[in-house]
């Protein structure tokens, strides 16, 4: 019966879906209120339909109802509780579930926090909003119903995919899934205003914090990834350039674009056409990443849900959405003028280099993804494209993108003068210079690549101190500095952090990829490896029964100079439904090092393959990630855009389209 | 054409490069993935010459066997599905008309000597890539692999992954049965 209400709800949904993505978008070019009011209740009865259908899966789930073919494939009655709840999004149909459930989220946080928008504004943005909702709800009813039901019913389900059971998983998807769709609210913005002929400092005003939302899920949700990755895989390795890793990575390099690209339209007013392209294709690249992993064109080791025959609708789908869109911009774009002039040294044209760096880093990525596919589709063979290429293509965009981050912020609007930006930067240069030169042989080690990325670390944080100094430099006394500090905006110092964050990534990186090492040893009980100072000891090896699997175990003991450091249990797993071995390997984790302990297969009775790793400030790439984010919910929650939002509370809507137009 | 009407052509080319981008798309979306082809079949094997595993004053090259049908199986200390496969080689290497050379592929050579004392060892001799150059010129894409190689030192066929009882007794004994008679 529950899975029943769950199915009618989402086909209410998709009517509602439907109805809100015609009749708003009618009535704001028609000027007829009444179907431009209907633009808010209907994606707030969609979401609660959303979420009804949601908990009913859940509910599914968590009663073990096998009956539900969903339910079967993908959970166990032996799995533990918090398993089967993220098992919702463990396969295909729950994951495009959770998928429009957060797109109904959104719509519903842009209804409430829109009462400064013009009506038709928000009628366009929910209606565009609506349209990408009925593609994916249609999708989800003709092709992935996920309450199809399943006769006979089985005793029990086939288990969760052994290496989705990790709590990085339980989060990853909707982090992940959080940041994919929050870009198709400024998409969904970006065709507003092509659609009113109204591209201008407003709009660019109103789609800033949502984008930055948007951004900062998509960050934790691909760090995540690669945390888990790291963690669950077992032979530590954080980053694959997996085609399904590569989708999350190009529309965050888009979007990264995009927020800075943001930040000229609406100070300035320039870059608009630019600003518009790159939100459509920011969201174009969520799309495309979610019919890559959906339809199973790639090979990947993501493969977890893949079933080709609906790719052909996810495809048409795309080709709709992302096609009408770019001819819409195509049309329209003639009509908006470019805006504010610039100079050749300015914070414009800092924020044009680094925007056209990051969108030419975001197509080689997709040129390395699909090159592969392009060679198959023309019958010229198969290849795959593998670290080397992305190694090689990556740093050189990714150095003059660092340096100028540098530089942008204390270049001025409009005009900048080359030789006070150098005065001022000459003696962060000379830190990262040095830090470059010097850190690594410290360290042990110097290579170009090593010096390049502490001097590019270094370079963030020293000119962000300068930046920070150039702030407080007319203030003349401590007061004044002090007050200057609280009274500069939020945005500002979350546009630092999340430079910092970028330093701290580029730190971890270069570190964990310049001093990393490892050893393959064969080993007996008593037998010890040495490793980076390290001495690691096997006491022996055991069996170890676990809730749904069988498990190999390792006691390791670790020392350093004689005194011991801690004792780590790797294991080999064999869940026992689905008769899937993996490798869970232990990692002692600290801030500037990990130890990373992998039990590998046995060579005899006794003796053991072992991996050991060392992986020095492996976790500040994480850590990095974690501080960009911060920096980008800073940014987010800006006064100046709250101020807007609690407007409603305070005035009635009329008084708040007479203030945003006024701020126009 | 008027100027107001110029401008609008501008950025028909994105257009135009999605659409490109779907067209691909759709036509990758008929494609399997998980079939990797080899350019090599049919083609001369490429040559080698390289130190024997067990003997490493000796060199076995491929010259050694032209005139001969046989199989040359890429092998690791370190491959765990050459594990699963072992055993199988084993079987069939007792047949006289199943000759299996192995190419130890990016080993250490003391790893690979214990491997075989331990599991046996189904070649007749093994050859020692230990840089895996040899195995690059055969576009080994992962181990194991097994290369079925005629007379004239062309490959027949190539199995990527563990060889099988049935692979062995349906398509590969048969096939050097054939080429024996040649």
Not at chain 2, 43 to 63: I, N, V
Not at chain 2, 148 to 174: A, N, Q, S
Request: charged letters at 15%.
């Amino acid at each position: 019966m529950i899975p029943e209400i769950g199915q009618f709800a989402l086909s209410l949904a998709l009517a509602v879906a439907l109805a809100q993505s015609i009749l708003p978008l009618v009535g704001a070019a028609r000027g007829i209120p009444g179907w431009i009011a209907l633009a808010r209740p209907a994606a707030q009865v969609q979401f609660a339909l959303l979420a009804l259908a949601f908990v009913c899966l859940t509910y599914a789930f968590v009663t073990n109802d096998f009956s539900v073919a969903y339910v079967a494939m993908h959970s166990n009655s032996t799995l533990p509780l918090v398993y089967r709840m993220a098992s919702v999004w463990g396969g295909h149909r729950g994951s495009m579930l959770l998928w429009t459930l957060l797109l109904g989220a959104w719509m519903v946080a842009v209804t409430l926090f829109s009462a400064h928008l013009p009506e038709e504004m928000v009628a366009r943005v929910l209606g565009v909003m609506g349209i990408v909702s009925a593609g994916f709800l249609a999708f989800i009813v003709f092709t992935s119903d996920p309450f199809a039901r399943l006769f006979p019913v089985p005793p029990n389900g086939q288990d969760l995919n052994p290496l989705l059971q990790d709590p990085g998983m339980v989060v990853h998807p909707p982090m992940l899934y959080m940041g994919y769709v929050g870009f198709s609210v400024a998409f969904a913005f970006a065709i507003a205003a092509l659609l009113s002929g109204r591209l201008d400092a407003a709009w660019a005003r109103w789609s800033r914090p949502w984008t930055l939302a948007a951004w900062m899920f998509l960050t934790l949700g691909i760090a995540l990834g690669s945390a888990w990755s790291y963690y669950v895989l077992g032979w530590g390795g954080w980053w694959f350039w997996d085609p399904v890793e590569n989708a999350s990575f190009m529309p965050w390099l888009a979007g990264t674009a995009l927020i800075h690209s943001l930040a000229v339209t609406e100070k300035r007013g320039s870059f608009r056409s630019w600003t518009v392209l790159l939100a459509i294709c920011a969201f174009a690249l969520s799309l495309l990443g979610t019919f890559l992993v959906r339809s199973g064109i790639l090979t990947s080791v993501h493969a977890f849900a893949v079933d080709p025959r609906r790719g052909v609708f996810i495809l048409i789908l795309f080709a709709a959405l992302v096609g009408s869109s770019l001819l819409l911009f195509a049309v329209r774009t003639a009509r908006i003028g470019l805006g504010g002039s610039f100079a050749v040294v300015s914070r414009e044209s800092s924020l044009l280099a680094n925007n056209v760096l990051l969108s030419v880093a975001a197509a080689s990525v997709l040129l390395g993804t699909l090159y592969p596919l392009a060679l198959d589709a023309l019958g010229a063979g198969k290849i795959s494209v593998g670290p080397p290429y992305f190694d090689a293509v990556f740093v050189p965009l990714m150095a003059p993108a660092v340096f100028l981050m540098g530089v942008g912020p204390l270049a001025r609007w409009k005009r900048a003068s080359l030789p006070e930006l150098a005065v001022l930067l000459r003696w962060a240069l000379a830190v990262s210079v040095l830090c470059g030169a010097l850190l690594p042989l410290l360290l042990g080690r110097w290579s170009p690549l090593i010096g390049l990325g502490l001097a590019l670390a270094a370079w963030v944080v020293a000119s962000s101190v300068v930046t920070l100094r150039d702030r407080v430099r007319h203030a003349g006394s401590a007061a004044g500095a002090w007050a200057r500090l609280r009274s500069t905006p939020r945005s500002w110092y979350g546009m630092m952090i999340a430079h910092l964050g970028i330093a701290v990534f580029i730190a971890g990186v270069t570190v964990v990829k310049g001093y990393e090492t490892q050893k393959d040893v064969r080993m007996q009980a008593g037998d010890t490896v040495e490793l980076s100072g390290y001495t690691f000891r096997l006491i022996g090896v055991s069996k170890v029964q676990g809730p749904n699997y069988t498990a190999t175990q390792a006691q390791m003991q670790i020392t350093r100079h004689g005194r011991t450091v801690t004792t780590l249990y790797p294991q080999r797993r064999v869940y026992t439904v689905q008769h899937m071995p993996t490798i869970n390997a232990a990692i002692d984790e600290g801030l500037m090092r990990h130890l990373y302990v992998t039990l590998g297969d046995p060579l005899n009775a006794t003796t053991w393959v072992v991996r050991v790793q060392y992986k020095p400030l492996v976790s500040w790439i994480w850590l990095g990630c974690l501080v960009m984010a911060l920096g980008g919910l800073l940014s987010a929650t800006d006064r100046r855009y709250r101020v807007a939002a609690t407007m409603r509370r305070a005035a009635s809507s009329e008084v708040a389209v007479t203030q945003a137009g006024a701020a126009r | 054409m008027s100027a107001a009407a110029l401008p609008r052509m501008r950025y028909v080319w994105i257009v135009g490069v999605f659409a490109a981008l779907v067209v691909m798309l759709a036509l990758g979306l008929r494609l399997d993935p998980s079939k990797v082809p080899s350019p090599l079949i049919g083609k001369e094997a490429p040559r080698f010459e390289l130190p024997r595993l067990q003997e490493p004053r000796k060199t076995f090259s491929d010259k050694e066997m032209l005139g001969k049908v046989w199989l040359l199986n890429v092998w690791a200390s370190w491959c765990v599905s050459c594990r699963d496969e072992h055993p199988v080689l084993v079987e069939y290497a007792k047949r006289e008309d199943v000759p299996i050379y192995g190419l130890d592929y990016k080993d250490k050579r003391a790893d690979a000597l214990a491997w075989l004392r331990d599991f046996g060892d189904p070649y007749r001799l093994s050859a020692f890539d230990a840089d895996g150059r040899v195995g690059i010129n055969f576009g080994v894409y992962g181990v194991p692999e097994t290369y079925l190689i005629d007379k004239r030192g062309i490959i027949r066929y190539k199995r990527i992954g563990p060889v099988t009882p049935e692979l062995m007794d349906r398509k590969i004994v048969p096939m050097m049965r054939e080429l024996a008679r040649e």
